[in-house]
């Protein structure tokens, strides 16, 4: 279990980002316990058990919903970049709020049951060959399991063990557990409601989702130019204009093959590397360039843009291409160079 692993250290950033993020949790927690009850069950009196497990069940959903419009968000505007860098911790309270919810809930509808609670839960409701008779309770298991094994291995030492491919890819089922969620409440609680407000937000909130990632993915479709393009002989592909890319920021390309290369400008001259941070694969092209390296808008790892390389002590690398000029296009070549190569800059 020696794997290497670089933590990211506290600061007066994170402390503000928790500190708020905590406030926001208490708040709309007590809103919808104390104020809400009215309006979303039309006067109709519930009890405190269900009441408590539907706050944190709403909570965890529209914490997982910010989470997931986070990433898109920051792509269409850099303004939404802070929100990005210590998106874990939005992560692992969301788990522990869900973890609330579960709890209160197994508390109260199956705590007389005659049977184990958790046989009970998995048991209680088999309807699977109808939709609204679906046994959502199962989705939201799933949703829950998701969750926690990603809150468990959200640590630094965890990306270094699993590697980062397999890292990224374990945390891409927060996809389908976002799906499994809103199958969860829709089959679920939104079955009982009578306030339409209840129902609209919910719905709002899925739908949101979906269109932010849509827009993103048109923004990068229609952002690449022409990758197909060559510039007099094969293996070079158009990426951008010389002009898209401002003094100390970058600008992201999309390859044929699907690969992303961040262009940067310093100092009037232009280098090309992966858009891919070698810590969470978090995407370089969206930061900016601070004391001539280029600063991961995620967690602040920073690479020499000419080399690739990360500044001593660390020894994070990502893959350089080789890049040229014509008639004020951008072309690098297809394959890109072994990570930390030096490539000479162009000038702009």
């Not at 008779?133 to 030492?157: C, K, R, Y």
């Not at 690739?308 to 014509?326: I, N, Q």
Request: charged share 15%; with cysteine; aromatic share 12%.
């Amino acid at each position: 279990m020696s794997v290497k692993y670089i933590p990211v250290q506290w600061n007066p950033n994170k402390w503000v980002y928790d500190a708020i993020m905590v406030v926001a949790v208490a708040l709309f927690l007590w809103i919808f316990i104390f104020i809400a009850p009215d309006v979303l069950n039309h006067n109709r009196a519930i009890n405190p058990q269900i009441r408590n497990a539907r706050a944190f069940g709403a909570c965890a959903f529209f914490m997982l919903t910010i989470i997931l419009m986070i990433g898109p968000l920051a792509r269409l505007d850099t303004r939404f970049l802070p929100l990005l860098y210590n998106r874990r911790h939005f992560g692992v309270m969301a788990f522990f709020i869900a973890l609330t919810h579960a709890f209160f809930v197994l508390d109260w509808y199956f705590s007389f049951t005659p049977i184990n609670t958790y046989e009970a839960l998995l048991s209680s409701n088999t309807s699977v060959t109808r939709l609204r008779g679906f046994p959502f309770e199962w989705l939201g298991l799933f949703a829950l399991l998701v969750m926690g094994v990603m809150a468990l291995t959200s640590h630094d030492f965890w990306l270094k063990f699993l590697t980062p491919r397999v890292w990224k890819a374990l945390h891409f089922l927060v996809y389908p557990a976002y799906a499994a969620l809103v199958g969860h409440v829709a089959l679920g609680v939104l079955q009982d409601a009578q306030s339409p407000v209840m129902i609209a937000s919910f719905g709002a909130a899925a739908g949101v989702v979906v269109l932010l990632h849509v827009a993103v993915a048109l923004k990068e479709r229609g952002g690449g130019g022409d990758a197909a393009a060559e510039a007099g002989e094969p293996g070079w592909e158009q990426v951008c204009q010389a002009d898209d890319v401002r003094e100390g920021f970058g600008h992201i390309g999309i390859l044929a093959s699907g690969e992303r290369v961040a262009v940067f400008r310093q100092d009037g001259k232009l280098s090309a590397i992966s858009n891919a941070c070698a810590h969470q694969n978090g995407p370089l092209g969206e930061g900016r360039i601070i004391d001539c390296l280029v600063t991961c808008p995620w967690h602040g790892f920073q690479y020499d843009v000419t080399t690739g390389r990360s500044p001593a002590p660390f020894t994070e690398k990502v893959p350089t291409y080789d890049l040229k000029l014509v008639d004020g296009a951008v072309f690098v070549r297809s394959e890109a160079n072994p990570p930390g190569t030096y490539v000479e800059p162009v000038p702009a």
